[in-house]
């Protein structure tokens, strides 16, 4: 752990520095040729593929399809939503020439995609029939970020944006509301061992252009918030401006009810955040591109190395060999530890002359024992499954112990200087989040008191989650 250390600067003192040293030292980006833009490394990048794997997966089982939507956005259609477009203006990339010659009309880069989707659903949609349309879409957008941070706020960054058209309100409030857990939630905590908070977005922190807003909240490793993924209820705001309509079955010409939603590459950087320590990353072996890596510690145990390695594949596990023997061990012991890498196996002519292999679980501060060759391929696959629980109640129990109960908002600001706190939303208020703003500190969320999703802004004793945020 001390020669790890050395390459890190430490949590407890300067989590930001801590935070980009680990993504630069696991190899996982580094920054790209224009302010805010970002160049995902193939490991960090393996870590993105399985989570969008695991979240495609669960899209499609709620009946989306996917589709793709073009880059260039007319200006006009932006300037069709009041709200959206006023919302968005601050972080526009505008194209106002190609070709060599002005463009008669500005193209956006997209930052989001309701208003073309939008001229699409009016297209496509005509019937009661036709509906609900259910589209996802897999794609990069641009925001222009005054402050960028790889992976949490950069100027490009990779995301999926659902969008979809139904025929009543409580329909779209349903498929919202079930992406928000059947998908979001569950590749959170399922996936990448997170826990979150869920719940309802105040007026002022809604989405430009919805009439609901619902998100999913973590707390980062320095006892901060960090907004994991969004689902909108847009109303009929975007039907109105676009003109989506369906002939019912009734004849009558009706608006259709519309929702967005959307999680990015920042799941990435709150994998980071979350379950990130001292020594580096820690992975959990869902979204683990290398679940295991096998070094030999010398020449004469490649082999045997490599052995293990096609054991462990044949059993459906992510591994790879480190058999880099005329390099230092230590160093490579390391970078495996930096990268997170959930076990690590090592194979020296000790252990072989014993029948054994060093199993080292990352996910367990990096705890050693030495495993009988012929229960080596058990033992792991037993340590994967309980090392991906573990790290979730890990970061479950530290995200716990950091929530604090207040009831005024002097006690919320004192306890979001290391955490969260959880207050009514009476002893807040509009007027109670302008002093919050003042202090850098934001509601992240609304719940019913037994945890549930209010369905309305005015819902008597509703609970706020306060906090500071990334």
Known sequence: MTATRSVLAAQATDFPRWFQDVIAKAELADNGPVRGTMVVRPYGYGIWELLQEAMNRRIKATGAQNAYFPLLIPESYLQREAEHVEGFSPELAVVTHAGGK?????????PTSETVVGEYLAKWIQSYRDLPLLLNQWANVVRWELRPRLFLRTTEFLWQEGHTAHASAEDARAFATKILYDVYRDVMVDVL????????????????????????????GDGKALQMGT???????????????YLSSEGRRELAWTTSWGSSTRMVGGLIMVHGDDAGLRVPPAVAPVQVVVLAVKDEAIAAARGIV?????????????????????RRAVNWELKGVPIRIEVGPRDLAAGNATVVRRLRDSAKAAVNLTE???????????????????????????ITATS?????????????????YDAVGEQGEDRLAESGITVRCLQ???????????EPDLVAYVARSY
């Open 231 to 245: 689902s909108h209820e847009l109303g009929q705001n975007f039907a109105h401006a676009f003109g989506i309509g």
């Open 376 to 402: 080596l391929t058990a033992h792991v696959a037993a340590a994967i499954e309980a090392d991906q629980a573990h790290l979730l109640a890990d970061a479950t129990a530290r995200q716990t112990a950091r």
């Open 310 to 330: 096609d054991e462990l594949t044949a059993a459906g596990l992510r591994v790879t060999v480190d058999d880099r023997a005329d390099q230092p061990f230590g």
């Open 102 to 110: 002005q463009l008669e009309e500005a193209a956006i880069i997209r």
């Open 448 to 458: 019913r008191p037994d945890g549930s999703l209010p369905v309305d802004d005015d």
């Open 193 to 220: 061992a997170i826990p979150v908070v869920v719940g309802r977005k105040t007026r002022r922190e809604r989405f430009a252009g919805a009439v609901n807003t619902m998100t999913l909240e973590a707390m980062t």
């Open 408 to 424: 005024t908002i002097d006690e919320a600001i004192e306890a979001a200087a290391s955490g969260w706190a959880r207050i009514p």
